[in-house]
């Protein structure tokens, strides 16, 4: 028995403990790492390290104008972000979920900025607006054109909303058109019959039945926009004047630029908290919508 | 007839919006073509010849035949491996219902729940302390261990709906545990599978953070999407260089997704609701 027991125990280790290990590596254990850095002052290269206690999350809390900024900054774009991408890509996906070979071609069009590296993408925008506006006021003569659109605070919010819902709608789009396709067609068709017209078909039979690919692709655009981090590493790097720097970029910054671990590792974890709050609820939506189907 | 011209209509429509959407990509395509100075005097227009000179000569100089020799490697040592560790690994905890099975699973998947930038900047520390910081080897362990976790994940879900009556039919009939796996259970996950080996050499193409976190700026390492970062991302971009390379570093990932775009959208939709 006891013998038995070890084979199915070195089967088991076998078969899972290199998984395991790649994971503690990658994730697991830099993740605990927060844990203890946090409690230091410490600049991440010397030798010198202070414990401090609590003190980096009571400044966080008490005296970092910039990390609330991120905050402001990124509440801001979530809340553009998430209403933005939901409607453009609710609409494309109620024009593209008829079976017809245009719309399939056009989802594969919508769904391409989805799959291009981001380096691609925020060359491809940068080029966009810098010598690809200067030409078209040229051509226009439109100021639209010749405003200075990554340069200027006010408008570089908008060129990384802009960035971020042209990368994303694919995504969204094709998680629509599953709810839309996925409504019963003798339901659709026995309005008909009792005189709906396309319009009352929409409004009490399509919507009220992709309500649960809704609430999903808010919370997963909610979730995305919190974590906002990529496009601003990549493109804005949070310039000009710290308008565009998200809470994720800040915390990068604080270690890598301005050489506050402690400091640093202490907001991924405020950070990981606020973002855990809205991953729990959407695992929740997303298991009542498992036991529904 | 009526109904004929309003599908029509709807169909232009839809088609012109497509075009419209792209045209980010149609404008760098036609431009990456131009001399800087076409570009801004005739941006929408067609180039005036389709010379390739451009693209070669920035082959040449910006070191592409090393840079997609670097994101191959990458890619393939990180997609086989995920290939072979994570069914293994999936299939075990989903068979074995014990407590410390539970807790590995755990450990797996937590890095689900939590944000990735929240450890990106222990990580970099991590592989630091282990001296891999600009190698080859340091990026393809940690890019092995971030993919991991989806993809146990979505097989360990899809082994569940695996009927267990086989494996034990093999067990009665004397087969090794490891010959039951490699045998029968693992053809049978071949559809899951796909999807994971699709999202995975996908998310390792075009990977450009986890690239600049552990190999930053040694060239020697660098893959596509870095070096093109690197060199172009500077405030006054050299264009004329920037915009063929740019087409050539999307062409690999364009050309796979047209072939593969059943799974790409299947397992993306089906992998990043959960998560």
């Given at each position: 028995?006891?013998?038995?027991?070890?084979?199915?125990?070195?089967?088991?280790?076998?078969?899972?403990?290199?998984?395991?290990?790649?994971?503690?590596?990658?994730?697991?254990?830099?993740?605990?790492?927060?844990?203890?850095?946090?409690?230091?002052?410490?600049?991440?290269?010397?030798?010198?390290?202070?414990?401090?206690g609590?003190?980096n999350?009571?400044?966080?809390?008490?005296?970092?104008?910039?990390?609330?900024?991120?905050?402001?900054?990124?509440?801001?774009?979530?809340?553009?972000?998430v209403i933005?991408?939901?409607?453009?890509?609710?609409?494309?996906?109620?024009?593209?979920?008829?079976?017809?070979?245009?719309s399939?071609?056009?989802?594969?069009?919508?769904?391409?900025p989805y799959?291009?590296?981001?380096t691609?993408?925020?060359?491809?925008w940068?080029?966009?607006?810098?010598?690809?506006?200067?030409?078209?006021?040229?051509?226009?003569?439109?100021?639209?054109?010749?405003?200075s659109?990554?340069?200027?605070?006010?408008?570089?919010?908008?060129?990384?909303?802009?960035?971020?819902v042209?990368?994303?709608?694919?995504?969204?789009?094709?998680?629509?058109?599953a709810?839309?396709?996925?409504?019963?067609?003798?339901?659709i068709?026995?309005?008909?019959i009792?005189?709906?017209?396309?319009?009352?078909?929409?409004?009490?039979?399509?919507?009220?039945?992709?309500?649960?690919?809704?609430?999903?692709?808010?919370?997963?655009?909610?979730?995305?926009?919190?974590?906002?981090?990529?496009?601003?590493?990549?493109?804005?790097k949070?310039?000009?004047?710290?308008s565009t720097?998200?809470?994720?970029?800040?915390?990068?910054?604080?270690?890598?630029?301005?050489?506050?671990?402690?400091?640093?590792?202490?907001?991924?974890?405020?950070?990981?908290?606020?973002?855990?709050?809205?991953?729990?609820?959407?695992l929740?939506?997303?298991?009542?919508?498992?036991?529904?189907? | 007839?009526?109904?004929?011209?309003?599908?029509?209509?709807?169909?232009?429509?839809?088609?012109?919006?497509?075009?419209?959407?792209?045209?980010?990509?149609?404008?760098?395509?036609?431009?990456?073509f131009?001399?800087?100075?076409?570009?801004?005097?005739?941006?929408?227009?067609?180039?005036?010849?389709?010379?390739?000179?451009?693209?070669?000569?920035?082959?040449?100089?910006?070191?592409?035949?090393?840079?997609?020799?670097?994101?191959?490697?990458y890619?393939v040592?990180?997609?086989?491996?995920?290939?072979?560790?994570?069914?293994?690994?999936?299939?075990?905890?989903?068979?074995?219902?014990?407590?410390?099975?539970?807790?590995?699973?755990?450990?797996?998947?937590?890095?689900?729940?939590?944000?990735?930038?929240?450890?990106?900047?222990?990580?970099?520390?991590?592989?630091?302390?282990?001296?891999?910081?600009?190698t080859?080897?340091?990026?393809?362990?940690?890019?092995?261990?971030?993919?991991?976790?989806?993809?146990v994940?979505?097989?360990?879900?899809?082994?569940?709906?695996?009927?267990?009556?086989?494996?034990e039919?093999a067990?009665?009939d004397?087969?090794?545990?490891?010959?039951?796996y490699?045998?029968?259970?693992?053809?049978?996950?071949?559809?899951?599978?796909?999807?994971?080996?699709?999202?995975?050499?996908?998310a390792?193409?075009?990977?450009?953070?986890?690239?600049?976190?552990?190999?930053?700026?040694?060239?020697?390492?660098?893959n596509?999407?870095?070096?093109?970062?690197?060199?172009?991302?500077?405030?006054?971009?050299?264009?004329?260089?920037?915009?063929?390379?740019?087409?050539?570093s999307?062409?690999?990932?364009?050309?796979?997704?047209?072939?593969?775009?059943?799974?790409?959208?299947?397992?993306?939709?089906?992998?990043?609701?959960?998560?």
């Open positions: 028995m006891n013998k038995k027991k070890w084979k199915d125990f070195f089967l088991f280790a076998l078969f899972v403990f290199p998984a395991v290990a790649f994971v503690l590596f990658a994730t697991d254990v830099p993740f605990m790492m927060n844990l203890y850095y946090s409690v230091f002052d410490w600049n991440g290269i010397g030798k010198s390290m202070t414990f401090v609590l003190g999350f009571v400044k966080i809390f008490t005296n970092d104008t910039l990390f609330w900024k991120g905050v402001k900054f990124t509440l801001k774009f979530a809340v553009f972000y933005i991408v939901n409607i453009i890509s609710l609409v494309v996906a109620l024009i593209m979920s008829k079976e017809r070979k245009s399939s071609i056009g989802r594969a069009f919508y769904y391409v799959i291009i590296s981001l691609a993408i925020s060359l491809i940068k080029f966009i607006f810098g010598a690809g506006f200067e030409a078209l006021y040229n051509i226009t003569g439109w100021e639209f054109f010749n405003w659109w990554v340069g200027t605070p006010k408008l570089a919010f908008w060129v990384v909303v802009i960035m971020a042209w990368q994303n709608v694919g995504f969204y789009m094709v998680n629509y058109i709810g839309i396709i996925a409504v019963p067609k003798d339901l068709e026995a309005a008909k009792d005189g709906a017209n396309n319009f009352q078909v929409f409004l009490k039979i399509t919507v009220p039945m992709i309500m649960p690919a809704v609430s999903i692709c808010m919370l997963t655009a909610l979730t995305f926009a919190f974590k906002l981090f990529d496009i601003i590493m990549v493109f804005t949070g310039g000009p004047a710290n720097v998200s809470v994720a970029y800040n915390i990068y910054k604080e270690a890598f630029v301005n050489n506050k671990y402690g400091l640093a590792t202490a907001k991924s974890l405020v950070f990981v908290f606020f973002v855990l709050i809205v991953t729990a609820i959407q929740k939506v997303t298991k009542s919508r498992e036991v529904e189907a | 007839m009526k109904q004929l011209r309003k599908i029509n209509l709807l169909a232009v429509i839809v088609f012109v919006c497509s075009i419209f959407w792209l045209m980010p990509l149609i404008l760098i395509f036609i431009n990456s131009k001399p800087y100075n076409d570009m801004l005097q005739h941006f929408l227009a067609l180039p005036k010849s389709w010379s390739l000179d451009m693209y070669i000569e920035t082959w040449t100089k910006f070191g592409f035949p090393m840079l997609i020799k670097n994101t191959l490697l890619t040592v990180t997609v086989l491996a995920i290939a072979l560790l994570a069914p293994m690994a999936a299939y075990k905890l989903a068979r074995t219902k014990t407590k410390f099975s539970i807790l590995c699973f755990g450990i797996i998947i937590m890095p689900m729940m939590v944000p990735f930038q929240s450890y990106m900047i222990t990580l970099t520390r991590l592989v630091a302390n282990l001296n891999m910081i600009g080859r080897r340091g990026l393809i362990l940690v890019n092995i261990g971030l993919c991991m976790p989806l993809a994940y979505m097989i360990h879900g899809f082994v569940k709906n695996v009927p267990i009556e086989l494996e039919c067990r009665i004397g087969a090794s545990p490891l010959r039951i490699f045998n029968i259970v693992l053809p049978l996950l071949k559809p899951i599978l796909t999807t994971v080996v699709v999202l995975d050499t996908l390792t193409w075009n990977d450009i953070i986890t690239n600049q976190l552990i190999v930053g700026g040694n060239a020697k390492a660098m596509i999407q870095n070096a093109l970062y690197m060199q172009f991302s500077a405030q006054t971009a050299d264009w004329e260089h920037a915009l063929p390379g740019i087409v050539m999307m062409i690999p990932s364009l050309v796979f997704f047209v072939a593969m775009q059943k799974h790409i959208v299947g397992g993306v939709t089906a992998g990043a609701v959960k998560g």
